[in-house]
């Protein structure tokens, strides 16, 4: 990115920009005014609970002249939030980010909030003074003014304003309409002069009230100095004219609340917003210039970058190493596995992945043994090349970073490094940061749409998600005696990231506290014996076998009522809400199979069984087979539940939540046993 800082000379311009009356009714009062009746406010049925409710949020962001700096963006916001609920407290505390790069800085030259309560039925109102409001600084780069309102309580109304002078033209501030609390009015104004191009993205789920826009001619007033004349002094020249600009107004209202629900990745990926990036600037008669960015300029940056491509070029340091690996394993298939093990074993992963560049660099990250993603998995394609495999470096957002946009080629949309390797006309994705990855099987936290390759001969996207599938089958062997006394033994294997994620859970914990915490979490039975097979072979499937046995027996007069899926079936819809807008992501895709023996005791017959059944999703997403089959004085249930998608769309999640209503009521039914 160009950091675009227009100065005294270049433009000789004081923007002015004013919205008229336009066509919706906005409730944005004057700051400070408030009334009784403001106090009063009805929610939404869908959003009755809320902690805070957003009564009003209104941006503008306009262009003017700062004599003597040049010309900047202005950013102004003004927002008032009623507390509702105890929890709605924290809506107190705000912050504003600012930037500072190559000596210029943002400033925040206006900074006014106040608190109103209703006491005895009048407003009394508090204001934000300095004592609540402190900076923090984030880094060299970014400072964030954090501030506090004061005196508030359940019930209070907050209002804040702030304004932003900014000398980055190309930081046109983006505006979200939606946050994790209703918001009953969102509005932002846009007045951008012909001047600059910049490209608009929207996303979110919600519909606009107003998304309009209108030509306009803004009026120029500039003051500025013209040098020293013949006295000696400064000569002030003033020049006014107008600029054709267009005036933005996007509107939405009564937004509801974005929640944190299952099998998302990031907030920021759902939430209703407007985003800008600058991608030209045409000046009549002073400037023309393009910062539009392709993905092939992006790509082609990245390979010539010091702190990227080129590093991996440079190869001694790990000369003897892989000349031992070559010796030791001639077939190809081997001498990969066996690279990819010495790195991984070699260069640990310190943790970080704020970014897709070296640190410290490679040679000193491979001789101090760790290093951050960028530097391990580099490492690892270098390692590849000179042994004369095609790899190359793949950059990716993680799945708590957010989804890249393919029509924004950014670098820093991108946070995570991982590898892709050919070998017998199939590409694979490899990590060397993740002890349990195996070729072709990424962390889950890499699971998160595409990334691009970096290649001279091949660039482009590729599909993170590929191959990626969690399997989980178990077998329970079940004996009762004539008092319906459970006892029993259970195998459960998993493979592919089923088997990652509690491999990890397990590493992380230590055996001893999963052990404790997987007894706590079946409370309703005896649990003994675990035993952990396969922990330390990630590529075996991962096994628990262990004993169960009831406290108390199961029948009821001559009868015996068993649930065959009470251990590890599914008890709870995941899916609370009844409706959904945004995707179902899992990642991957899933298949769990559970297979219950039975043995019927001696006098005792079947009485009732599940009817067997089977669903099917649409568009082969998903299905759902559940039979229930007497053999041998035996009773043996098998369910399997089949998710073929790692995303399922808004559109599908009505299907989805039923689907899994039907799971939870068929795993919940009972095998019936009579007394002969």
Same mark, same amino acid.
């Given at each position: 990115? %160009?950091?675009?800082?227009?100065?005294?000379?270049?433009?000789?311009?004081?923007?002015?920009?004013?919205?008229?009356?336009?066509?919706?009714?906005?409730? @944005?009062?004057?700051?400070?005014?408030?009334? !009784?009746?403001?106090?009063?406010?009805?929610?939404?049925?869908?959003?009755?609970?809320?902690?805070?409710?957003?009564?009003?949020?209104?941006?503008?962001?306009? &262009?003017?002249?700062?004599?003597?700096?040049?010309?900047?963006?202005?950013?102004?916001?003004?927002?008032?939030?009623?507390?509702?609920?105890?929890?709605?407290?924290? +809506?107190?505390?705000? #912050?504003?980010?600012?930037?500072?790069?190559?000596?210029?800085?943002?400033?925040?030259?206006?900074?006014?909030?106040?608190? #109103?309560?209703?006491?005895?039925?009048?407003?009394?109102?508090?204001?934000?003074?300095?004592?609540?409001?402190?900076?923090?600084?984030?880094?060299?780069?970014?400072?964030?003014?954090? &501030?506090?309102?004061?005196?508030?309580?359940?019930?209070?109304?907050?209002?804040?304003?702030?304004?932003?002078?900014?000398?980055?033209?190309?930081? =046109?501030?983006?505006?979200?309409?939606?946050?994790?609390?209703?918001?009953?009015?969102?509005?932002?104004?846009?007045?951008?002069?012909?001047?600059?191009?910049?490209?608009?993205?929207? @996303?979110?789920?919600?519909?606009?009230?107003?998304?309009?826009?209108?030509?306009?001619?803004?009026?120029?007033?500039?003051?500025?100095?013209?040098?020293?004349?013949?006295?000696?002094?400064?000569?002030?020249?003033?020049?006014?004219?107008?600029?054709?600009?267009?005036?933005?107004?996007?509107?939405?209202?009564?937004?509801?609340?974005?929640?944190?629900?299952?099998?998302?990745?990031?907030?920021? /990926?759902?939430?209703?917003?407007?985003?800008?990036?600058?991608?030209?600037?045409?000046?009549?008669?002073?400037?023309?210039?393009?910062?539009?960015?392709?993905?092939?300029?992006?790509?082609?940056?990245?390979?010539?970058?010091?702190?990227?491509?080129?590093?991996?070029?440079?190869?001694? +340091?790990?000369?003897?190493?892989?000349? =031992?690996?070559?010796?030791?394993?001639?077939?190809?298939?081997?001498?990969?596995?066996?690279?990819?093990?010495?790195?991984?074993?070699?260069?640990?992963?310190?943790?970080?992945?704020?970014?897709?560049?070296?640190?410290?660099?490679?040679?000193?990250?491979?001789?101090?043994?760790?290093?951050?993603?960028?530097?391990?998995?580099?490492?690892?394609?270098?390692?590849?090349?000179?042994?004369? +495999?095609?790899?190359?470096?793949?950059?990716?957002?993680?799945?708590?970073?957010?989804?890249?946009?393919?029509?924004?080629?950014?670098?820093?949309? &991108?946070?995570?490094?991982?590898?892709?390797? @050919? %070998?017998?006309?199939?590409?694979?994705?490899?990590?060397?940061? /993740?002890?349990?990855?195996?070729?072709?099987?990424?962390?889950?936290?890499?699971?998160?749409?595409?990334?691009?390759?970096?290649?001279?001969?091949?660039?482009?996207?590729?599909?993170?998600?590929?191959?990626?599938?969690?399997?989980?089958?178990?077998?329970?062997?079940?004996?009762?005696?004539?008092?319906?006394?459970?006892?029993?033994?259970?195998? !459960?294997?998993?493979?592919?990231?089923?088997?990652?994620?509690?491999?990890?859970?397990?590493?992380?914990?230590?055996?001893?506290?999963?052990?404790?915490?997987?007894?706590?979490? %079946?409370?309703?039975?005896?649990?003994?014996?675990?035993?952990?097979?396969?922990?330390?072979?990630? /590529?075996?499937?991962?096994?628990?076998? #262990?004993?169960?046995?009831?406290?108390?027996?199961?029948?009821?007069?001559?009868?015996?009522?068993?649930?065959? $899926?009470?251990?590890?079936?599914?008890?709870?819809?995941?899916?609370?809400?009844?409706?959904?807008? &945004?995707?179902? /992501?899992?990642?991957?895709?899933?298949?769990?199979?559970?297979?219950?023996?039975?043995?019927?005791?001696? *006098?005792?017959?079947?009485?009732?069984?599940?009817?067997? !059944?089977?669903?099917?999703?649409?568009?082969? *997403?998903?299905?759902?087979?559940?039979?229930?089959?007497?053999?041998?004085?035996?009773?043996?249930?098998?369910?399997?539940?089949?998710? $073929?998608?790692?995303?399922?769309?808004?559109?599908?999640?009505?299907?989805?939540?039923?689907? #899994?209503?039907?799971?939870?009521?068929?795993?919940?039914? @009972?095998?019936?046993?009579?007394?002969?």
């Amino acid at each position: 990115m %160009h950091f675009l800082s227009i100065r005294n000379g270049l433009i000789t311009s004081l923007l002015v920009c004013l919205w008229g009356t336009g066509r919706a009714q906005s409730p @944005q009062q004057k700051f400070g005014k408030i009334e !009784v009746e403001d106090f009063s406010v009805a929610l939404p049925a869908s959003d009755s609970g809320a902690a805070a409710v957003v009564l009003f949020d209104v941006g503008q962001s306009y &262009f003017e002249w700062a004599n003597g700096l040049g010309l900047r963006v202005n950013f102004e916001r003004h927002t008032r939030i009623k507390i509702l609920t105890k929890a709605g407290l924290d +809506y107190a505390s705000s #912050y504003v980010t600012l930037t500072e790069r190559s000596g210029d800085k943002e400033v925040l030259p206006t900074l006014k909030g106040y608190t #109103y309560n209703l006491v005895d039925g009048k407003v009394e109102k508090e204001k934000l003074d300095k004592s609540g409001i402190f900076s923090e600084e984030l880094s060299k780069t970014i400072q964030r003014q954090k &501030f506090t309102l004061p005196n508030v309580r359940e019930g209070s109304i907050i209002e804040f304003t702030y304004r932003i002078q900014s000398p980055f033209l190309w930081n =046109l501030r983006d505006w979200a309409f939606q946050s994790d609390i209703p918001v009953l009015w969102s509005e932002y104004n846009v007045t951008i002069p012909d001047w600059f191009v910049y490209k608009q993205l929207s @996303q979110g789920y919600e519909p606009f009230f107003v998304a309009d826009q209108k030509r306009a001619s803004t009026q120029l007033n500039m003051t500025y100095n013209n040098g020293q004349g013949r006295s000696g002094q400064s000569s002030l020249q003033s020049h006014v004219q107008n600029i054709p600009s267009v005036e933005y107004k996007w509107i939405m209202k009564e937004v509801p609340a974005l929640h944190e629900e299952q099998y998302m990745t990031t907030f920021a /990926d759902y939430i209703a917003k407007i985003e800008f990036e600058l991608t030209g600037v045409e000046i009549p008669g002073q400037m023309t210039d393009s910062y539009a960015r392709s993905w092939a300029t992006l790509n082609k940056d990245l390979l010539e970058s010091d702190d990227f491509g080129q590093s991996i070029s440079r190869t001694g +340091y790990f000369k003897n190493e892989l000349a =031992l690996i070559k010796t030791q394993h001639s077939q190809p298939a081997a001498q990969m596995a066996a690279i990819f093990n010495h790195v991984r074993s070699k260069v640990k992963w310190n943790g970080e992945m704020n970014h897709i560049f070296l640190s410290n660099g490679l040679r000193k990250a491979y001789d101090k043994g760790v290093g951050n993603v960028a530097e391990v998995n580099l490492i690892l394609t270098a390692m590849l090349r000179e042994a004369g +495999y095609q790899a190359d470096p793949v950059i990716l957002s993680t799945r708590s970073h957010g989804r890249v946009n393919p029509a924004v080629p950014l670098i820093a949309r &991108f946070n995570y490094v991982v590898v892709a390797v @050919q %070998h017998e006309g199939a590409e694979f994705l490899i990590d060397a940061t /993740d002890p349990l990855s195996m070729p072709d099987m990424l962390p889950f936290r890499c699971l998160n749409g595409n990334g691009w390759r970096v290649s001279t001969t091949r660039p482009g996207w590729v599909e993170t998600q590929g191959n990626a599938r969690a399997s989980l089958m178990t077998q329970a062997q079940i004996e009762l005696d004539e008092a319906g006394q459970v006892v029993g033994r259970m195998n !459960v294997s998993s493979a592919g990231h089923a088997a990652m994620i509690t491999r990890s859970a397990i590493l992380k914990e230590g055996k001893d506290e999963f052990t404790d915490a997987f007894v706590k979490k %079946h409370s309703d039975w005896n649990v003994s014996n675990l035993a952990i097979s396969n922990l330390e072979q990630a /590529d075996e499937a991962l096994k628990l076998e #262990y004993d169960i046995a009831t406290e108390g027996g199961m029948a009821t007069g001559d009868m015996i009522y068993l649930t065959p $899926m009470m251990l590890e079936g599914i008890t709870e819809n995941p899916f609370k809400s009844e409706a959904r807008k &945004f995707p179902v /992501d899992y990642g991957m895709t899933s298949e769990k199979v559970h297979i219950v023996s039975i043995n019927i005791p001696e *006098g005792y017959s079947v009485e009732e069984m599940p009817k067997p !059944v089977l669903v099917t999703l649409p568009d082969k *997403g998903g299905k759902f087979t559940y039979s229930a089959t007497v053999m041998n004085n035996k009773v043996q249930v098998i369910s399997k539940v089949q998710l $073929m998608k790692p995303m399922y769309f808004g559109e599908e999640y009505t299907y989805l939540r039923e689907f #899994y209503n039907m799971i939870v009521a068929k795993h919940a039914e @009972q095998v019936v046993l009579k007394k002969n």
